[in-house]
């Protein structure tokens, strides 16, 4: 936890917020990874301490191959001694890997069958969301599934206490969201049991 606050507070735009993600949230976004039984390559983006990676490593598979990319170099170091090096030395026939680099620049290719991201969006000018969007959407294959969150009513709350500029941003933000799932058949869920209630949001790769 302390982790987590130290680096909030040195880097806010990154992280994007005050509390680490709670157990119903990382349930709700890797719910696909129960549903099936062959081969996955699942992509994490931007796990901050690994909430959502302890839950995806609980359900890797010999057969699966999994890929985490963080941009913060001391949470990928944090990932790698708290969840991923005590992974390799029970599960040596599970590929894991780590990559220190920003999502638009990873040396990764695709496609992923599930691809899981906590990126603060909505801290990112909308140039960067759009990019990093399609990226991802890039990686993955024909039937898979994106998974990213957001905080419940944020650019609500936010847009009275920003700048006009930052208003802009957000409304653009929105409005990609938006278009984004309509183009990949979005569904949402609200997840109340978490600080604070957020919003885990699904698309899927549009059907060629």
């Known amino acids: ?3 987590f606050l130290s680096q909030t507070l040195s880097n806010f735009k990154h992280t994007g917020a005050v509390w680490p993600s709670g157990g119903r949230l990382a349930r709700e976004m890797t719910a696909p990874l129960r549903e099936t039984d062959r081969p996955r390559r699942i992509l994490e983006v931007g796990p901050g301490t690994g909430p959502f990676t ?4 609980s359900h890797l598979r010999p057969g699966d191959e999994f890929h985490v990319v963080e941009i913060n170099p001391f949470f990928c170091k944090v990932i790698e001694k708290r969840h991923l090096a005590p992974f390799r030395e029970r599960r040596p026939d599970i590929e894991v890997a780590l990559h220190e680099a920003p999502i638009e620049d990873a040396p990764i290719e695709g496609p992923f069958d599930h691809i899981i991201c906590g990126l603060p969006f909505n801290n990112f000018p909308p140039p960067l969301v759009r990019g990093i969007f399609k990226r991802m959407m890039g990686l993955l294959a024909e ?3 994106l998974a990213y969150f957001e905080y ?3 650019r609500v709350m936010k847009a009275p206490v920003t700048s006009s500029a930052s208003r802009r941003n957000l409304r653009r933000i929105d409005a990609h969201a938006k278009s984004l799932h309509r183009r990949h058949r979005g569904s949402r869920r609200l997840v109340m049991a978490n600080f604070p209630p957020a919003i885990a949001v699904r698309l899927r790769h549009r059907d060629p």
């Open 152 to 154: 419940a009513a944020v």
């Open 54 to 57: 302890a839950r995806i490593l």
């Open 143 to 145: 039937d898979g599934d």
């Open 1 to 3: 936890m302390l982790d």
